[in-house]
């Protein structure tokens, strides 16, 4: 039963299971030392789990890129400086996902142009599929939190039981075709925020290819590949016919309140660990917004399994989205 700390093999870490099929908190981690057999169960909790919470870490933000560079390859934010946007932190591994403004650290307005851009993070997705290689893990860290009661959670939701509860007809579709999903990052900004972004034309800028269907190597479970930045759905190249209302059908499916959890966050330092190859996710919304600071910073690990790459070529120039202006 979910919310009991579950009987399993692991020697150096505490598991407590949040939901019926996938999500974990775990203790028992000195994130001062971690030990290679420690690491290799935290990696084998996430291919179990896919979305592992770790309380008071005490790690800052040099730590927290030393440690989740121990997963693989960073991905960094240089890319999204454009229009002149600063970046909030010295490292360029660390991704901003709070509410602060970089000039003044003060709150960010929530009719600034960020702010609107921010919207598309409060729609489920899996990080960094808009980009060639897509990612691997997330790791999500609390600096500043809103008192409690005003929201500002992450929420989850299981894509592989997803996948596996797919109604018959819809999954003998998916594997009977070799269906690509084609993703943009500026979709899911106008999906968030249609009226701000009103004149923004996602099909005017390269779209990143993967497919749909695809098997989650670490656990060898068939996984639902979708989400927000999905803006259509393509085979031998070509958009299928009733695209759009099979990314919504899909999207809808996976995202159902059984195959989702809420976690809150309680104090600084407070981090979470997802597989972006077999759970979706999204910003909890909240009394906080344009109140209270939500300061969360996010590294994210390059894929690099033989799916990385999805159908996309390795020599493209990667594409950033500058939120800091309207398009």
């Not at 896919?50 to 730590?63: K, Q, Y």
């Not at 390795?314 to 939120?323: E, L, S």
Request: hydrophobic share 35%; aromatic share 10%; proline share 6%.
């Amino acid at each position: 039963m979910p919310g009991l700390v579950q009987e399993t093999t692991f020697r150096t870490i505490t598991v407590k299971e949040l939901h019926p099929t996938f999500a974990a908190e775990v203790s028992g981690v000195n994130f001062q030392d971690v030990s290679e057999e420690q690491f290799a169960e935290i990696v084998a909790a996430m291919a179990k789990y896919g979305v592992c919470v770790f309380r008071n870490t005490g790690l800052d933000d040099e730590s927290h890129v030393r440690f989740s560079s121990r997963f693989g390859a960073l991905d960094n934010i240089r890319r999204y400086l454009a229009g002149g946007r600063k970046p909030r932190y010295e490292l360029y591994e660390l991704f901003d996902a709070g509410n602060l403004d970089a000039e003044t650290g003060g709150i960010l307005d929530p009719g600034s142009p960020r702010a609107h851009s921010n919207r598309g993070n409060g729609l489920f997705h899996a990080d960094s599929s808009f980009n060639p290689r897509r990612a691997s893990f997330s790791l999500l860290r609390a600096c500043e939190l809103p008192p409690p009661g005003h929201g500002g959670n992450t929420d989850f939701a299981d894509s592989r039981t997803a996948f596996d509860e797919l109604p018959e007809d819809l999954k003998g579709e998916l594997l009977a075709h070799d269906y690509v999903g084609a993703h943009s990052m500026a979709h899911s900004r106008k999906l968030g925020s249609p009226e701000f972004f009103e004149d923004l034309d996602p099909t005017a800028t390269p779209m990143q290819r993967h497919r749909i269907a695809q098997r989650h190597e670490p656990s060898g479970r068939m996984n639902l590949y979708v989400g927000a930045h999905l803006h259509h759905i393509e085979e031998d190249g070509k958009e299928i016919p009733n695209s759009w209302e099979l990314v919504q059908r899909l999207n809808a499916h996976a995202t159902q309140k059984k195959y989702t959890t809420t976690v809150p966050w309680y104090s600084p330092s407070d981090m979470v660990i997802w597989d972006n190859r077999c759970v979706l996710h999204r910003a909890g919304g909240g009394t906080f917004e344009g109140k209270f600071k939500r300061d969360l910073r996010r590294t994210t690990v390059h894929d690099d399994s033989p799916t990385a790459w999805g159908c996309n070529s390795k020599d493209v120039v990667w594409q950033g989205f500058n939120g800091q202006v309207k398009a």
